[in-house]
Nanobody, 113 residues
C-alpha cells in the first residue's frame, strides 16, 4: 500500500494562508505527476492543481491565482501554497500521485470569516 502523507492543514481566518505538504515514497514520487484535490462536505472531489515530473504546473477552478504547487525532488515532497483563503475553500485536501492513482488520507482546511 503506497503511503502519501499530507500535513499543514488547520484553522485559518479568511484572507490567511496555509502551506500543505505531502511526502511520497521516492519510487512513486520520481515517476509520477503529482496533484492536489479537495472535497468539501456534500460535494465531489475536485482538482485544485497538478505538477508534472518536469515541474510544469496546472491550476484548476476557483483557487487559480491563489495557489502555487511545487515539488521538491530531494525531499520527495509536493507542496500547495494557498493564499487569500476564503470560507468556501473549507474542505479536506488530498494529495494524489497521478500515474499510480495513489492517494493520501487528506488534511482538513477550515477557513472562518
Amino acid at each position: 500500500q503506497v503511503q502519501l502523507v499530507e500535513s499543514g492543514g488547520g484553522l485559518v481566518q479568511s484572507g490567511g494562508s496555509l502551506r500543505l505538504s505531502c511526502t511520497v515514497p521516492e519510487n512513486i514520487f520520481r515517476v509520477n505527476a503529482m496533484a492536489w484535490f479537495r472535497q468539501a462536505p456534500g460535494k465531489q472531489r475536485e482538482l485544485v492543481a497538478s505538477i508534472s515530473i518536469d515541474d510544469s504546473p496546472w491550476y484548476e477552478g476557483s483557487m487559480r491565482g491563489r495557489v502555487t504547487i511545487a515539488r521538491d525532488n530531494v525531499k520527495n515532497t509536493v507542496y500547495l501554497q494557498m493564499d487569500n483563503l476564503k470560507p468556501e475553500d473549507t474542505a479536506v485536501y488530498y494529495c494524489n500521485a497521478v500515474d499510480s492513482n495513489s492517494w493520501g488520507r487528506g488534511t482538513q482546511v477550515t477557513v472562518f470569516s
